[in-house]
């Protein structure tokens, strides 16, 4: 089945099973792997892409489910990596692997959009359903404080 | 060196502080090495370079300025990019801000004389093996521009300088660039010595990670990522029990679903049971990996489990308790006969400890993308050594080595998983692209990448230990029981032996005795391999034999490793800034343990809080590390901070639960690690002992987080935790008095010399292997 999808601001036509996880259309059919796979059961946040600016986990979200809404990848977030998050996350060194840290990435943006100050508590529940194994979890909670500074000035 | 020792302290601990407060303050770079964002991880680090001149096979310069590093090992995060680069910058003396880092050509380093000497990255030990001859390669290249110089200049290359990629004979100067190719052409007579640690201007100083700006915004590539012209992909099958086979599949019921291309048997070849070997499964091929699972999730499949699919955690713990019974093989004996005086002492102190099968569980999953043509074979592999797949590619399809090209990508972590063990996928994505004519893309679901990882071995030990008058221990004695497929290579008793086996504590009557027991499920190295197990076991052990015996247990590590210089610079640093203590009220803990890994030794003081209700928070962790020598103590911080993150993963949430056969808990809703929330705050110190010797950082820092955590449970609540996951322990505690009183209680039987008041104690005394 035929219908587009609207992603970072430009209009796909896609031709596969409305059922089709979001993310495997970004990822096979688009070419957009910056948002990856790590579980496929929305347990590890490393596939997190915004809709309509809300973050939600594209493995366990159908692509037709998104027709008509604005999705937004870590490839969209910013024309340059130029969002806070981006420049914060660099600033700290936060990635080792980085496997994940599209889906954190994404999350930490969508907090802040809501939430210009977070307290830590709002950090951690904004957070917790993104699994790091590299255990960047302190340097991630610096860096969204610091974005938060990045996005005031 | 006492008075560099407090230098390099210093220097660390500043290092250290801008760490910390880099959020709180806004900038992190308060170091003085001019544009130190400035340098960068090529565009496309995976592909061949071609700019600039090559000097050697690690660097070449182009007319521009810019120095391009190759670097042969695989980036998993820890920093391989940045450490190669600064250890050849250092030596050839550029710039910082003119580096561009990409990843060494494979088929070139296989096929042309090795020039990389190592490729793999294991064992904590990039830099600390590997500097001398990373470090000639820069040093030769400088020496050698040099010697170009002054063949120019008419003058002796001993007057010739060469700094931050200027060459400058009296009033002659030129850039690196304009004598490349000229340096390029030239053998020295004899290759300079690498510079001593007192002579580096850009080792030893905090610099950011080079991997991070391409990690922010899905440039970076992984394996995971490669998308080919007419590529097909794959989802694999094995048998959930490993070494059981695929009895029948029915591909007829799938065949016709939209884009299903194919369906591919593999095979376990007999006698082949190495870990890069293939499983006996199934795949299926379509025109998307979203097809090619649905399809494979629908597809009847049967195996035939065969022996090994009745065997569960509790057929395993059945053949422990059996086998600590038995004398196993003597791998430590010192003094006189040990069991003999334990069974002779009135003051025995014993116990048991196990820790179950873990996984890696890195969060790229288990992947493949192979390219069969007739020219030609390209590989992308998530691995620790680039070189691995190539040569077993060649071998699966019996190709030259010549023909077969690997392309360097990121790697979505490791953590030692993804070395041989990792590589049986590579096999299967050459077979299916073999076969079918196209280039495939094979990815392992998450639960096939748990359940046919090769996963950490279990453990199960036993501890008996003599005290004397002075509460201090006269005879002290262990046995192991580990499960390994094979009980050899990796797992076998050099790796189960670390940290019991080879235990720092000086104590004049020793024995130490291992059962290496075969089981069906696969093992391999798994971040600190040995000391992540054992040092569970072995650190909380000597703090019952302190308690029992009246020792303060930071007192008693000091007593006990007396003389022994890196373990002191670690204890005495750690009693200076963490401020260990046993005095805390009821339901508040403090713990500590120290080890020694890949030749460093860390210790780690933790403080934790535990409500009535049994509720853990582990609040605080203080790492201190002696590695010899570092040289770039803010990536240090980092990997320091993320062991402490995935030890506790396992010690408090993790444990792979085996049921007939295969392990169940194989996806993150039922295999718990450590969240955000949970994460604890992680203060690193550095404390370098710059004796002529090197330690790793990449492991060495987790194994001491969950003894120290346990430890300090101990205190909060009187409950001593011999077993992980720590989370499925009850922890509550009911209002008594004084942490001391409390301790006496728990304690104070055995100290009494009443073995029938602690039944461990009781059993070890009574036990024939103990006896005989």
Known sequence: ?153 | MESQGQTQTMVSRRAVIRTMIGAGGGMILGFHIPGALAAVVAPKPWTTPTDGVEINAWLALDADGTVTIRVPHTEQGQGALTSVSMMIAEELDVPWDRIQAVFADMNRHVNDGEEYVVTSTHGSQLVRQQHPHIMQAGASARERLKEAAARAWGVDRSGVTARQGTLTAGNRTASYAEFASAAAAITLEREPAIKTPDQWWLLGKPVPRLDAAVKVDGRAHYAIDTRLDGMVYAAVKCCPVPWGRLANYDFARVKDRRGVIAAIEFKAVPGRTENSDMQNGVAIVADSWYRAKTALDLMPVEWDFGPDGDVGADTQAAKAAELLDVTGDVSNETGEDTLGLIAASGRVVGSEYHRPYETHARMEPINATVSVTLERVDVWSPTQNQATPLMLVAEQLNRDPKDIHVHTVFLGGAFGGNGGGATAVTRQAAEISRRLGRPVKVIWSREEDIMQDKQRAPVYTRLAAALRDDGLPEAFFSRSIWFTRDAVGSQGPATADRAIGTMPYRVPNRRHELHNAAAHIPTATHRAPGTNQNGFIIEQFVDELALAGDWDPLEWRLEMTKGMEPWQRVLRKLKEVAGFTTELPRGEGMGIAVLEDHASYCGACATVSVSRRGELRVEKVVLVMNSGYIINPRAAAEQMEGSVIWELSHALYGGLALERGRFVNNNFDSYNLMRMPQAPEVEVHFAMSEDGWWGGIGEPAGPPTPPAVANAIFFATGKRVRSTPIGRHDLSWSQGSSAQVMIDATVGARHAGDPSASPVAARVARNGGLLQ
């Open chain 1, 1 to 153: 089945m035929a219908f587009t999808l609207t992603i970072n601001g430009t209009p796909h036509e896609v031709d596969v099973e409305p059922e089709t996880p979001l993310l495997w259309v970004l990822r096979d059919n688009i070419g957009l792997t910056g948002t990856k796979f790590g579980c496929g059961i929305a347990q590890c946040g490393v596939c997190t892409v915004h809709i309509d600016g809300q973050p939600v986990r594209s493995c366990s979200t159908t692509a037709a489910s998104a027709v008509g809404h604005e999705i937004t990848t870590i490839e969209g977030l910013s024309p340059d990596a130029s969002h806070p998050v981006q420049r914060a996350w660099v600033e700290h060194t936060v990635p080792q692997c980085g496997y994940c840290q599209s889906g954190q990435i994404m999350a930490a943006a969508a907090l802040l959009a809501r939430a210009p100050d977070p307290t830590d508590s709002e950090i951690d529940s904004a957070m917790a359903g993104h699994l790091c194994r590299c255990g960047t979890y302190p340097r991630i909670r610096k860096a969204i404080h610091h974005a938060a500074k990045l996005a005031r000035t």
